[in-house]
């Protein structure tokens, strides 16, 4: 009888050795990107995926504040956050808050995608955003990932 395989966290830092990746998002639309960094961080591309185990692999998204949207989303697409007192809403349009934090939109929409737990939070410490084209990750050397989005 074949066995299903389980990964175990304890495995997890010995007999698999986590991948870099770097991404260009330059003129990538934010949504279909953001799909397919989630997947890669939750480690979903891997034979060795297990729900309740972190067996993704890094990645490293650069030029992070040129992705596309499309339609006049840049204006009416809305973030927003609450202070926690009464009327504490805030609301920012994407091209006000790509002017302010060029990185956070990507960040958000990643996030989003991801479990909603202390394992979500632990994959999303493995994305690395950088608005310009460079990085100083050079010593893990990173392999390039195309992606059609």
């Given at each position: 009888m074949q066995?299903?395989?389980?990964a175990k966290n304890e495995e997890?830092?010995?007999?698999?050795?986590?991948?870099?990746?770097?991404?260009?998002?330059?003129?990538?639309?934010?949504g279909r990107l953001a799909t397919e960094i989630a997947t890669i961080l939750q480690g979903k591309h891997k034979p060795i995926y297990t729900p309740h185990v972190d067996t993704g692999d890094y990645v490293i998204v650069?030029?992070?504040e040129r992705?596309?949207?499309t339609g006049d989303k840049w204006d009416k697409k809305l973030y927003q956050?609450?202070?926690?007192?009464?009327?504490?809403l805030k609301e920012m349009t994407y091209r006000r808050l790509v002017a302010r934090r060029p990185t956070l939109p990507m960040k958000e929409a990643?996030?989003?995608m991801l479990p909603k737990s202390k394992l979500g939070k632990s994959m999303l410490r493995k994305?690395?955003?950088?608005?310009?084209?460079t990085h100083p990750h050079g010593a893990q050397s990173p392999k390039d990932l195309d992606i059609d989005a």
């Amino acid at each position: 009888m074949q066995r299903t395989f389980v990964a175990k966290n304890e495995e997890m830092g010995k007999s698999w050795d986590r991948d870099w990746y770097v991404v260009n998002a330059d003129g990538k639309r934010l949504g279909r990107l953001a799909t397919e960094i989630a997947t890669i961080l939750q480690g979903k591309h891997k034979p060795i995926y297990t729900p309740h185990v972190d067996t993704g692999d890094y990645v490293i998204v650069i030029n992070a504040e040129r992705v596309e949207l499309t339609g006049d989303k840049w204006d009416k697409k809305l973030y927003q956050r609450h202070s926690g007192y009464m009327g504490g809403l805030k609301e920012m349009t994407y091209r006000r808050l790509v002017a302010r934090r060029p990185t956070l939109p990507m960040k958000e929409a990643v996030r989003r995608m991801l479990p909603k737990s202390k394992l979500g939070k632990s994959m999303l410490r493995k994305l690395k955003l950088y608005e310009g084209p460079t990085h100083p990750h050079g010593a893990q050397s990173p392999k390039d990932l195309d992606i059609d989005a």
